[in-house]
């Protein structure tokens, strides 16, 4: 079993706001392939499985805010002993452009509170991750402009890299992460 995890924040008020990228993700992963979320309030998140014909992938979205979001990450892992490499954590990145999408095999936080708070829970920065672009910032504070509402035009733009990310889940499953990198970053 693979575990997708989509960082963002829970709640009617977030659901359009950038920094739901890895929401907006897994969402359509589940639309496309009509499955439906189940609270789970001990593991922290809200939850789905998609079978393929060679894998089974948990979906998640953590109930605890992005700041916590380590801890579903951190509690699912272990109640369905998913090692770190089966692991993929999906987020929205300032740095990157909207429409960009960036397969990472490792690394620092970057300043993002959500990824800072996974690499603290599993106790290693060796965790893969697919940034999605919600850049460029304007001069304004990041915590105001990640929760803002992207705009019509910007939604549509968002559509696109989800479709390209969604592609570069599956090679990154079958594939690896070098493939994934050099057809997708």
Known sequence: MKLIAGLGNIGDKYVFTRH??????????????NL????NSR??????NLRTATEDY???????????????????MDYYKIPVEDILIVFDDL????????????????????????????GTNNIARLKIGIGPQPNIPSEVFVL?????????????SITNAKEGISCYFKNGMAE???KFN
């Open 36 to 39: 439906a979320f189940r609270e």
């Open 180 to 182: 994934a990198q050099n």
């Open 148 to 160: 803002q509402n992207f705009s019509k035009d910007e939604l549509d733009i968002l559509k696109t």
């Open 58 to 76: 948990l979906l998640i979205k953590p109930t605890t805010f992005m700041n916590l979001s380590g801890e579903a990450v951190r509690a699912v």
């Open 20 to 33: 739901n990228a890895g929401f907006m993700l897994i969402d359509s992963y589940a639309l496309n392939e």
């Open 43 to 48: 593991l922290k998140c809200l939850m789905t």
């Open 95 to 122: 740095s990157l452009d909207l429409g960009k999408i960036r397969f990472r095999a490792n690394g620092s936080d970057g300043g993002h509170n959500g990824i800072k708070s996974v690499i603290q829970h599993l």
